[in-house]
């Protein structure tokens, strides 16, 4: 019995604001003439009746050339704009066709049952993935052999036969022979199998026999027991995303299995076919309990997902789920996205996803609402995994606790009066508990009502505002708000950065989801939950101005995609701190906030924060004590929140130090240069007082050094120095620090000409990422540089690998005696940062400081980088006073103080000129063997380009 595939494909196709024009409908015959490759396979058989092994060559070339035929029709299809769920149900189709001639052939020609027996009926069953009727390029290939008794002779040849031809056709080919009882077991026994099972689909064969295996299936694994397999399937998506990352809003996601993604659409989509049935997808989801609106939601977001993953695996050839770096370019050229103003076109690729991931969250809360309602009627069901308690009226009018969450009494509570959206909220602050997904999805339902007459309205400003800074948890509030669309709709400024990506490897999360995050950091330092940092302990009390820091954190990063980001989040957040009517003062003071938000770790990381120029220029600045206690806990939560493991202990001690220097400056009145010096040199002597207090002698080398060594480092620090630093003798050592993000390493000895370059390259050589650099010179021409290392996963260099560290310890040794490793160094960046293409830039300014040239480079990120500009500055005969190394991703900006030879500023402008020139050719070189990644032919980006 032959199976007779669907002969066209949905007509799901969306066209507008598409920018491609779509190909049109599919029908499979005109793909593959399943009539004429029958007659071409039976030809085959006849012409070399004696030679089995000659036919089923042919038969194989026949199959394959119809399989290769339709794949690349469906990317053809793809690329001139079809979307994805058309491609993949064509796919589908297409081995369909091809598995359907197959099997006629292997039971017509090779192994022929004339008058088969109970126990040679066969059917070829479609499970899994393939059993929905999509298939994504790589995807293997599910089937189950149904049998209706005891395994034959006949079966099994059949079957042999059939998998061999199809590995030998290259399918990737997963595969079970039961009979139906088997079935319904081992579905009992097991979610996967019955999850593959509850997709299974008939191809060809006995379709009797499917029949009756489907119709058991239901029978004995489905009916009665929804309560049982939602849980497991809540459970199985739990687990998952706790392995790939609890958070909808990685800018690398997983396109299958990370949160929001496919798996969760289809999650969706096996419990609504559970309870309520259906055989198609557009069946199942309009039987479940999704209004049309949400119906065109979820075929929308299947639509993209499902386009994503075609050309992720069209491009790649290979099954590749994660959207990397490497790809989104690509994948957003394909799909249409070009750039507009100042966002590139991979961002607003990246927004539509981040959107759908969204929506796939709202489905997900609107599915959740409707399995509770249901099963509140049917006590033997849910009821064991969803304890109903009566609800519980509160004061505020159609409101309740329904089960321990905060609920309205129906949907209308919303319709009738938006202001009960914001009071949703304060309300479950107040009360401490969840809010109830029905509340949630009727909120949804309603955003429209949220207009700008009803944001203006002095409660609805008050509610905002309680929902920014109530509570001791703002971060849970602003996320519920943020998921349901309605901060975006109160706070259009706001609204303007949900979802919203920047193409570079320092930010680990969407804008918003960034905000939300830094917001929550600022909440647990004032309440002393996690991570304690001793400063920002001793700042909170003395605040005045709590509001604006919070105000000012929710929305210091909405000028970004506009221009400059902190000029533009000046006026965006003036705006809203205006239509919330906010003090002028107030609304003025988060606009400074905001519009100089990244000043402070800028003027930390990548100037010498003990020059007296630095901490002049950026005492003026701030101006005032208030000023800077808020700039410094806004800047620290703001790095904290970029992603895991860019805060670290020696960023802290930066910021620290900054806000130390210049609070002395603005305490004492003095914010000139000659104010401050004195203030520092009197700081520096305190320290030396107390670091001989506690270690007692001191080495005369740490005497001689000057003031910026002093106040440049900590007393325990200075400690540790002081106990490894020899005055005579040369000497390379290292301490992990406290957080295990780096591992400091001192050097100390003469110096020479070019003896930073050597030290630079030796590390690079042996696999050591600097990630800090400080380098001191005595009045007796000896150094110490203390050099912070990482290795290539963001780890503390050498971790747990004392043979490496001690390798690394001997070649520093080695370079100290001028006996460095020569060589090139492997400058071979990684695929994913080989990604990008970033414009160099080089600064060379006298005007930074009193006595040094100050060179600001940046450029991409790759090893020895360091090494090869340390080198340039040594030809140039350049000494360098102190380097600021600081890695963003795939972008580096380096600082350096220099001299000349006579130990003044550079000099001519000429001389400059060639500096530049030559710095410029080393930040540009592009590495020959890089890897050749679709995003490379992005354009390139500016490295100067704000964080």
Not at 169 to 188: E, I, N, S, W, Y
Not at 431 to 448: C, F, M, S, V, W
Not at 759 to 768: F, P, Q, S, Y
């Amino acid at each position: 019995m032959t199976s007779n595939p669907a002969s066209t494909g949905p007509s799901l196709v969306d066209t507008r604001n598409s920018p491609l024009r779509r190909p049109g409908r599919w029908r499979i015959s005109n793909i593959i003439d399943g009539r004429a490759l029958r007659i071409k396979l039976t030809s085959a058989a006849q012409q070399h009746q004696g030679d089995p092994q000659a036919a089923r060559k042919i038969v194989i070339d026949h199959l394959h050339a119809a399989l290769f035929r339709g794949r690349l029709i469906a990317q053809e299809r793809l690329q001139q704009g079809a979307d994805g769920l058309d491609t993949a149900r064509l796919l589908c189709a297409v081995q369909d066709e091809v598995i359907s001639a197959l099997y006629d052939y292997t039971t017509t020609h090779v192994i022929r049952a004339r008058n088969p027996t109970e126990a040679e009926r066969i059917a070829v069953v479609a499970t899994g993935g393939y059993g929905r009727g999509v298939m994504a390029p790589s995807s293997d290939t599910d089937l189950l052999f149904l049998r209706a008794y005891k395994v034959s002779p006949h079966t099994e040849s059949v079957i042999e036969y059939m998998l061999y031809a199809m590995w030998d056709m290259g399918l990737k080919v997963g595969h079970a022979f039961r009979t139906p009882q088997d079935c319904v077991k081992l579905a009992a026994e097991d979610v996967t199998i019955k999850t593959s099972m509850l997709d299974a689909r008939f191809i060809c064969g006995d379709q009797t026999l499917a029949t009756d295996m489907f119709e058991l299936f239901q029978r004995e694994a489905v009916r009665g027991k929804d309560a049982q397999f939602i849980a497991d399937k809540l459970a199985e998506r739990d687990a998952r995303h706790a392995r790939h990352g609890d958070a909808r809003y990685v800018v690398e996601p997983n396109l299958k299995e990370g949160k929001g993604g496919l798996r969760d659409l289809q999650t969706l989509y096996w419990i609504t076919k559970h309870m309520y049935g259906g055989r198609t997808l557009e069946d199942v989801m309009q039987n479940g309990p999704f209004t049309p609106h949400e119906y065109n939601i979820f075929i929308r977001a299947a639509k993209f997902l499902w386009t994503v993953r075609c050309h992720l695996h069209f491009v790649t050839g290979r099954p590749e789920e994660r959207l990397g770096f490497d790809l989104q370019p690509e994948i957003a050229s394909r799909m249409g996205y070009r750039d507009r103003g100042e966002q590139q076109g991979v961002e607003r690729f990246m927004k539509r996803y981040f959107l759908i991931a969204k929506d796939v969250g709202s489905l997900t809360r609107i599915l959740a609402a409707k399995l509770e309602a249901d099963h509140k009627k049917k006590p033997e069901g849910l009821r064991r995994f969803l304890p109903i308690r009566a609800p519980q009226a509160l004061k505020e009018n159609g409101f309740i606790i329904d089960n321990g969450r905060i609920n309205t009494v129906d949907e209308d509570v919303m319709a009738s009066d938006p202001l009960n959206m914001l009071r949703l909220f304060t309300i479950a602050r107040r009360e401490g508990k969840d809010i109830h997904p029905d509340a949630l999805t009727a909120l949804t339902r309603n955003l429209r009502a949220m207009n700008d007459s009803v944001r203006e309205m002095p409660e609805a400003r008050q509610l905002v505002l309680e929902s920014i800074m109530g509570g001791d948890r703002p971060g849970q509030v602003l996320r519920w708000m943020n998921e349901s669309g309605l901060l975006g709709r109160v706070m259009p400024e706001f609204g303007g950065i949900v979802a919203q990506t920047q193409f570079n490897m320092y930010h680990h999360y969407t804008v918003d989801e960034h905000t939300i995050r830094a917001v929550e950091y600022i909440s647990d330092m004032e309440h002393g939950r996690g991570e304690t940092i001793k400063l920002v302990s001793e700042l909170f009390p003395l605040l005045e101005n709590r509001r604006a820091l919070y105000m000012a954190m929710l929305l210091h990063d909405t000028g970004k995609g506009k221009g400059d980001q902190q000029i533009e989040g000046m006026k965006t957040s003036l705006r809203a701190c205006q239509r919330l009517g906010l003090p002028e003062a107030e609304s003025e003071l988060v606009a400074w906030l905001v519009g100089h938000h990244l000043e402070m770790s800028e003027t930390a990381q990548k100037r010498d924060i003990s020059d007296p120029r630095t901490v002049a220029k950026f005492a003026d600045l701030v101006g005032s004590l208030e000023r800077l206690r808020l700039l410094y806990i806004l800047t620290v939560a703001d790095i904290k929140a970029v992603g895991p493991a860019v805060w670290n202990a020696w960023k802290g001690q930066l910021l620290a130090d900054l806000y130390n220097n210049t609070a002395a400056a603005l305490r004492g009145g003095r914010t000139d240069e000659a104010g401050v010096l004195a203030e520092l040199e009197a700081r520096a002597e305190r320290r030396r007082e107390a670091l001989i207090d506690r270690v007692g002698k001191v080495p005369a080398l740490m005497l001689e050094m000057e003031t910026a060594y002093w106040t440049g480092f900590d007393l325990d620090d200075l400690a540790w120095q002081a106990r490894v630093l020899n005055d005579e003798q040369e000497v390379v050592a290292h301490r992990y620090l406290a957080d295990g993000g780096a591992v400091a390493m001192i050097v100390s000895g003469a110096d020479r000409t070019g003896l930073f370059a050597d030290l630079a390259g030796t590390l690079a050589r042996l696999g050591a990422n600097v990630v800090s650099a400080q380098v001191f010179t005595s009045n007796r021409g000896r150094i110490v540089d203390i050099f912070m290392l990482q290795d290539a996963s963001k780890g503390a260099f050498a971790a747990g690998d004392a043979p490496r560290m001690e390798r690394l310890e001997k070649a520093m040794r080695d370079a100290l005696a001028d006996n460095a490793i020569k060589g090139e160094v492997n400058a071979r960046a990684g695929r994913r940062e080989a990604a990008f293409l970033v414009q160099p830039s080089v600064q060379i300014r006298d005007d930074l400081s009193a006595d040094y040239t100050v060179i600001d480079i940046a450029g991409r990120n790759r090893p020895g980088l360091l090494h090869e500009v340390a080198d340039v500055l040594a030809d140039m005969k350049l000494s360098i006073h102190s380097a600021h190394v600081g890695s963003y991703g795939e972008r580096v900006f380096d600082a350096f103080y220099v001299q000349n030879a006579r130990g003044q500023k550079m000099g001519t402008k000429a001389r400059k000129d060639t500096l530049k020139e030559r710095l410029l050719a080393v930040l540009g070189r592009e590495e020959p063997d890089a890897p050749q990644t679709p995003a490379r032919k992005l354009k390139r980006s500016r490295a100067v380009d704000s964080f």
